[in-house]
């Protein structure tokens, strides 16, 4: 929506003037100022819960003025005083104190700019998104700047980025170039954000925010979610609460380095938040009429905490964002921690025929299964080199896919083609095909031996299109790819990338990548492909246009997995989110954890299996098979429900909930893990939420030990009411023991 305001202050006379010269100067002063009021216009930038305001006219900058709940009148913002008036895309160099979301250097030297509008356009993507275009330019240089919002109505989501360009007579170096700036007024503001290596992933922190800078960033250049991860949350009245409170939540989809800056200036009571690709070593030239468009920034605002936020995003990712979001993901079973490098005909067929007799739907062969001249036996060869070992595997991929349909299972394949091994046949043919320093020694990284190829360079993204090309060529029935990423940019120079332009190395590696990914979703859009970096090292909504789903972590214990798919959880889907049953002890942690325990810790998010089902006792099995049939079930509340974190691992508490609710709340999933014993906190009822508390729900044990013998509240018929405000008492009797409940509407 579109509003027309206009505001007069005119002057106060002086008080020795006699009153016919004060009324006279009075009218005056009111016509002058009447002539040359401004005429302010304002953009209404709505969604069904959420307005953003934004002000500007022709010649004059874009103001950000109010983003939060839903207004019905403009005017009030203004009559609370909830207007903010802050320049929405500051810029370096001309009475700009603030945070700058751009700056640049002119072909001249100067590193001035001042952005006014010229005009604005509204329309409607075919997604169903609203978008609004403020079209700027500098009032000296012709620079021009794209600033686009486009709003997602039913889910509460915003996306902001911009398009950079200019027809300047030479190169303009763009210095900084955010995709988005929002300012808020400042309170008590806690940060909520995701830290953590491999093992450790997507560890949740929080902080409160003081005067001065917090930054999270990333300069990994190809797994960018290890240190930290492009997503927070802001809590604008305290610290963040589950399922009330003012937040404000936001990520940005870019696959390379990135830069979040918080900063809070105490003397100006307002908190500005910067997001965008990181700048360091990344100083970008800007040819004459080339266009820079920067990565979205997707944000959202609830007054239902934490979990409003969350759940916000889940529905815009898995209806808007995330390949084949809304398709339901596959029970899988990964061949890596069952056998490691020992991949073999017979040994793959013994793990397919056991899956198959537990209910199982897709098998995916992990590393191992390649290389000719060097045969992949362990960490140190072969990448690059994506022709089947025929000592491993005599009959080829094919007769493996021909078992796996005998079996009624789907079949998978490991690749990891942006790397190559220096014992490869691929490297001794193009060692100019590595990112590396011309005149030093390269530093290698898993094995000590592997490298990262150049996307950069046209001939290497030709090659890594045509490892999956190539592989569904000849496999034409291959289901599913997970795609790996083992190494860091360590070696930051490109072969390819002329010598003044080295600083687009991070820029054009992503540039290269995405292009590939594009190109295999062209061709091959129902190709399931795992996004996979030595864990969760990728989690990023950069990747899920062309990725369905992500490995999160190389832990699989389940008590880890606690953790992990719960900070996991704050940004992202649990369909995304693959958490796999591995054997006991635990392969990281030598963890002792019962059977009951790992699935259902497992079927909180993408149900799985990381073992050979022959190391499952007959006890085992017969628990296995029947998890497998009710996570069928319930995959649909899962994978396509609403999350409601009720206790966090974080909590000092013996315990962890959770559960799903479908948006219609007819159907929920209820998660209950014990941990250990402390006291007699065991004994606290299990409130619930995310219910409707007019109906009645008919309580049913699922993935019970002893299917014989099950709780005392099965088949009971509660209101929802009473399980959010009262909730039920769940005495379990030993340590890492767990219950999962389903509640049907009556």
Known sequence: MLYKWSYVHPKKATNNLNSNIMKKLLLSLVALMCALSVSAEYYEITTKNTTLLLSTEKGRRVDFIYYGPKVNKVDEVFNTSSNIFWNAYP???????????????????????????????????????????????????????????????????????????????????????????????????????????????????????????????????????????????????????????NVLGGTLSYTGNYDLSFVK????????????????????????????????????????????????????????????????????????????????????????QGFAEIGGELFVMDDGWFGDKYPRDNGESSLGDWVVCEKKLPEGIGALIDEAERNNLKF???????????????????????????????????????LVLDMCNPKVQDHVFNVVDNLMQTNPRIYYMKWDANMSISNASSLYLPKDRQSHLYIEYHRGLMDVCKRIREKYPKLVIQLCASGGGRLNYGYFPYFNECWSSDNTDAVQRLYIQHGMSHFYPANIMAAHVSASPNHQTGRVVPIKFRFDVA??????????????????????????????????????????????????????????????????????????????????????????????YLIRELNAENPNKKLSIEGKVVSGRFLMENGIRLNLGKDLSSVVLELVAQ
């Open 91 to 245: 810029c370096f160099g001309t009475n700009c104190t603030c945070e700058h979301a751009l700056a640049v250097t002119h072909a001249n030297g100067d590193v001035s700019l001042e952005l006014a509008t010229y005009e604005v356009k509204t329309y409607t993507d075919p997604d169903g998104g609203r978008v609004w275009e403020f079209l700027l330019k500098d009032k000296v240089f012709p620079f021009y700047v794209k600033q686009f919002f486009k709003a997602y109505d039913d889910c509460d989501i915003i996306k902001t980025w911009t398009e950079l360009s200019h027809t300047e007579k030479k190169d303009v170096m763009l210095n900084k170039f955010a995709s988005a700036y929002i300012p808020v007024k400042s309170g008590d503001i806690y940060l909520n954000y995701l830290a953590g290596g491999w093992g450790a992933e997507a560890q949740l922190f929080e902080e409160r925010l003081l005067p001065g800078r917090k930054t999270i960033g990333n300069h990994d250049g190809a797994r960018t979610s290890f240190g930290g991860n492009p997503s927070f949350m802001v809590s604008l009245d305290g610290p963040a609460k589950e399922n009330a409170g």
């Open 265 to 352: 200036n105490g003397n100006a009571n307002h908190l500005e938040i910067v997001a965008g690709i990181n700048p360091e070593l990344s100083q970008y030239y800007l040819e004459p009429k080339e266009v820079f468009t920067t990565p979205e920034f997707i944000f959202t605002y609830s007054t239902e905490g934490k979990g409003g936020v969350r759940r916000n995003l889940h529905r815009w990712a898995r209806n808007y964002h995330i390949i084949g979001g809304t398709e339901p993901r596959d029970i899988l079973l990964n061949s890596w921690e069952g056998v490691y490098f020992n991949v073999n005909q017979e040994g793959m067929n013994q793990m397919m």
């Open 412 to 450: 998978g394949i490991w690749i990891e083609p942006e790397m190559c091994n220096t014992k490869s046949e691929l490297y001794e043919k193009h060692p100019d095909w590595v990112l590396r320093q011309p005149d030093r020694e390269p530093s290698k990284g898993r094995g000590g031996t592997q």
């Open 603 to 696: 079927m909180t998010g993408r149900l799985g299996m990381e073992m050979k089902p022959s190391a499952l006792s007959q006890k085992e099995r017969e628990f296995a098979k029947r998890a497998i049939e009710t996570y069928k079930s319930i995959r649909p509340v899962i994978q396509q429900g609403d999350l409601y974190r009720l206790v966090s691992p974080y909590e000092k508490k013996p315990y962890v909930s959770l559960m799903y609710n479908t948006p219609e709340k007819d159907r929920a999933v209820f998660f209950l893990f014990r941990r250990h014993y402390i006291n007699d906190e065991w004994e606290e009822p299990r409130k619930m939420a995310g219910l409707d508390p007019e109906r009645n």
